[in-house]
């Protein structure tokens, strides 16, 4: 019989490490506001779930022993978590081949990833839930607060802890604890499933899948941030365009919009990118010449695609790396991989820009001498280059999104 630790950490960061803000785990776990709160764990062979808090003391030696001997597997809910606040807030760096992971057992069998959901779908016992109070405490502890502003005073960011909030401290204590006992339940009838340990073919893969996340993307953030700027600025300008022929106080405002357009010949009650897209290819739709080039002005500043820049610039960590953007059998129901913040793995596909005229083909984005002619002049921060040749700036920027991921060079080998 194998031994088994079981483990849940509560973390408190300035940062974010989840949502429309979210840094990334690496950086969130490498910030410098980055703290343990708590540790709720079951050595093995024990019954008992206890906590260790280090604000109490250091770290109990039979914790420590546990977590370095080799022969010890770590039982943890989202490992790569766990995982990662050892190595980089413990300095305790563990293979991932020692984890075992009730999430990714769950979803090998297209359960929810969530703890709380995946406890309701295996029709757990009440008493062994998730604590549902769960959220308001890590709102409590583990989100910073600021002071009230005052006039001529600056808002200070503090944190509650076991000296603010002591019962909700012993509560949130508590509810750490319970995750572990969750957790235990969920991968003792996964286990029951045969899904835990996974298939040795699927833990490889597993293992691959972290060993990629942890090393990262290698990412040309001097590029990201020139090419963000000049997508900022086309935006506007196309949005300034659209405004100036409508005459409107939004373009972008399909409620503004569409009955301008209607009365110009527009035949649909949709401003929806392929029925826009249609109406231009198609010459015999009768529109005026002002409401073909709203639509054009508009259908360029609605282009959503650059603000993955801004994810990049936003998740990349110190050493210009990209890193946890995958999400083994983050598609459950099909086992495929899925993508995360930045979503690496929808990124538009290059095509063709700057048809005239002039030059019927225009310029496809396939071609790398066309690609390395655009990033060119985006790396000279050319706006009005790109602009003059290729028309469309932010159908540039789209098509050259992929390209920000560079290879750093290897040296020649002896």
């Not at 405490?137 to 909030?165: H, M």
């Not at 995958?326 to 820009?353: D, K, Y």
């Amino acid at each position: 019989m194998i031994k088994i630790l079981k483990i849940d950490f509560e973390t408190r960061s300035e940062v974010e490490l989840s949502g429309q803000k979210s840094v990334g785990l690496h950086n969130y776990l490498t910030h410098s506001s980055t703290k343990i709160l708590m540790l709720a764990y079951k050595l093995p062979g024990s019954r008992k779930v206890e906590l260790w808090e280090p604000h109490l003391g250091p770290m109990p030696a039979d914790l420590l022993l546990a977590l370095l001997d080799p022969d010890v597997f770590i039982e943890a809910y989202n490992s790569g978590f766990e995982r990662g606040v050892l190595e980089h807030l413990l300095g305790i760096t563990i293979p991932t081949s020692r984890f075992l992971d009730p999430q990714v057992g769950a979803r090998y069998l297209s359960l929810p990833a969530d703890l709380e959901t995946v406890c309701y779908a295996l029709d757990l016992p009440e008493g062994l839930y998730k604590d549902k109070r769960g959220g308001e405490l890590i709102d409590l502890f583990c989100v910073p607060k600021k002071t009230r502003k005052k006039k001529g005073e600056e808002q200070q960011i503090y944190f509650n802890d076991w000296k603010s909030n002591p019962n909700e401290w012993a509560e949130f204590g508590e509810y750490c604890k319970q995750d572990v006992i969750a957790e235990e339940e969920v991968y003792r009838r996964i286990e029951m499933l045969e899904a835990l340990p996974l298939p040795p073919f699927e833990q490889k893969l597993w293992i691959f899948d972290q060993t990629v996340n942890d090393r990262g993307l290698p990412v040309d953030v001097d590029f990201v941030q020139k090419m963000l700027k000049i997508a900022v600025r086309a935006k506007q300008e196309s949005l300034d365009a659209a405004n100036a022929i409508t005459g409107l106080e939004n373009s972008n405002s399909t409620t503004q919009l569409l009955p301008w357009v209607r009365e110009r010949g527009y035949p649909y009650n949709t401003l929806n990118k392929n029925f826009v897209d249609a109406v231009l290819k198609d010459t015999e739709v009768n529109i005026t010449p002002e409401c073909r080039a709203a639509l054009k002005a508009r259908r360029e500043s609605a282009s959503t695609s650059y603000t993955k820049l801004s994810a990049i610039l936003r998740q990349v960590s110190n050493d210009r790396r990209l890193r946890y953007q995958f999400i083994f059998m983050g598609s459950s129901r099909c086992g495929r991989w899925a993508g995360n913040a930045v979503q690496p793995h929808n990124l538009a596909r290059p095509g063709v820009v700057g048809k005239t005229n002039e030059n019927p083909d225009g310029y496809n984005f396939e071609d790398m001498e066309v690609v390395n002619d655009a990033r060119a002049m985006i790396y000279r921060e050319d706006y009005d280059a790109l602009k003059a040749k290729y028309k469309e700036v932010l159908l540039v920027v789209k098509f050259l999104i992929r390209t920000v991921f560079v290879a750093p060079e290897v040296p020649d080998a002896v």
